[in-house]
C-alpha cells in the first residue's frame, strides 16, 4: 500500500479537518459555491484537467471539476496521469495494490494499469516514483470525498524528459486502447498547473505592477487553455516553446487531450483563477494559475 507523503502539508493531515477542509474548497469565493451531492448522473466526462498545489492555493479552483464529476456520477476507473517534480526518467505506472490518505484507501485498477503497460512498452512499473511525487495524491481526497472507496485508481508518472508531444502521444493512445479492450468506465485526469511565474520558480519573462503581470499571466495560461480546447496537441505544444512555460504537467494533459480526442469529446474550461486571487495575496515573487477543464463525450 502507498501511504500518503503529503497528508499534513499539501491538505488537512487528518480526516475531519480534511472533510472541512474540501467543503472550505467548494464554498470558497472562487469554489462553485456548494459542496455536491453524488448523482447517478450520464457518466459523460471521461478526461479532466485538475489542478495540484496545496488546497488553499489550488483546491476552491479544482472544487469546479470534482462538482461537474460529482453531478456525472462515478467512473469505474479514474486514470492519474501526472508529472514528476522530482528529476527522474521514465514513465512509471505503481505498482501497489492500494494507495491510503487520511479518507481511507483506494484500490489500484492493477488490470486496467497492467493493459496499458502491454501497449506502451516504454511504461516501467515501479512503486519508487510514485513514492514522495504529490501530483496524484492531491487529487485523491476530493475523489474519496464524492466516491468513498467505490472507484479504483491506475496512477502515471511522467518524467520531463518523457513529457515530449511523442511519447505523450503514444500513452494516450495507448490508454485508450486499453479503455476499449476492457469496456471500462474511465475518467482520465491530467494533474497540471499552468503559469508559474516570479522569482521562486526562476521565470520572470516580464516585469510590472501586480496587475499588469496577472493580466500577462492570464493571457499566457488562456492562450494555452484555448488549444487544450481544440485538442490541438501541436499548437499546445508550440504555445508552450513560445513563452518557455512553466505548466508543470503538460505532458499529461497532452496525454488527456489524445485520449479524449480519439474518444470524441468536447471541452469546457469551468474556471481559472491565479492563486493571487485564491489566496488574496498581494506580491509578485510567486503566483501560479490553476484551471479545471473538462472533457465529455
Ligand atoms: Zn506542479
Redo the contacts with the bound molecule.
Keep these: 500500500m502507498r501511504p500518503p507523503v503529503v497528508a499534513g502539508q499539501f491538505y488537512a493531515g487528518f480526516e475531519s479537518s480534511l472533510q472541512e477542509q474540501i467543503e472550505w474548497c467548494y464554498t470558497h469565493e472562487y469554489g462553485p459555491g456548494n459542496v455536491p451531492e453524488v448523482k447517478v448522473g450520464p457518466r459523460i466526462i471521461i478526461g479532466l484537467v485538475s489542478p495540484?498545489a496545496g488546497y488553499p492555493y489550488s483546491g476552491p479552483v479544482a472544487a469546479h471539476g470534482f462538482r461537474a464529476l460529482a453531478e456525472d456520477g462515478m467512473p469505474q476507473t479514474v486514470v492519474l496521469v501526472g508529472?514528476a517534480?522530482r528529476q527522474t526518467q521514465g514513465v512509471f505506472v505503481d505498482t501497489n495494490k492500494r494507495w491510503s490518505t487520511p479518507l481511507g484507501q483506494v484500490e489500484v485498477d492493477l488490470e486496467l494499469t497492467k493493459e496499458i503497460t502491454s501497449k506502451a512498452k516504454f511504461i516501467i512499473e515501479d512503486s519508487v516514483a510514485h513514492f514522495d511525487e504529490h501530483?496524484l495524491e492531491v487529487q485523491l481526497p476530493f475523489l474519496q470525498h464524492l466516491f468513498g472507496s467505490g472507484f479504483r485508481i491506475t496512477p502515471i508518472i511522467m518524467g520531463v524528459n518523457e513529457m515530449s508531444q511523442e511519447i505523450s502521444v503514444k500513452l494516450g493512445n495507448a490508454i485508450v486502447k486499453a479503455i476499449k479492450k476492457l469496456n471500462r468506465d474511465v475518467l482520465v485526469l491530467a494533474s497540471?498547473?499552468f503559469i508559474h511565474y516570479g522569482i521562486v520558480y526562476g521565470y520572470v519573462p516580464v516585469t510590472g505592477s501586480v496587475s499588469e503581470i496577472l493580466r500577462w499571466i492570464k493571457r499566457v495560461d488562456q492562450e494555452t487553455i484555448s488549444k487544450i480546447e481544440k485538442l490541438n496537441v501541436s499548437g499546445f505544444f508550440e504555445v508552450l516553446k513560445k513563452y518557455n512555460s512553466t505548466t508543470?504537467?503538460f505532458g499529461p494533459i497532452a496525454v488527456v487531450m489524445t485520449a479524449v480526442k480519439a474518444l470524441g469529446a468536447k471541452t469546457r474550461t469551468l474556471k481559472y483563477a491565479t492563486s493571487s486571487e485564491t489566496t488574496g495575496g498581494g506580491g509578485t515573487s510567486q503566483i501560479v494559475g490553476y484551471a479545471s477543464i473538462v472533457f465529455e463525450k
Design positions: 495540484h508529472p517534480h501530483s497540471s498547473d508543470c504537467g
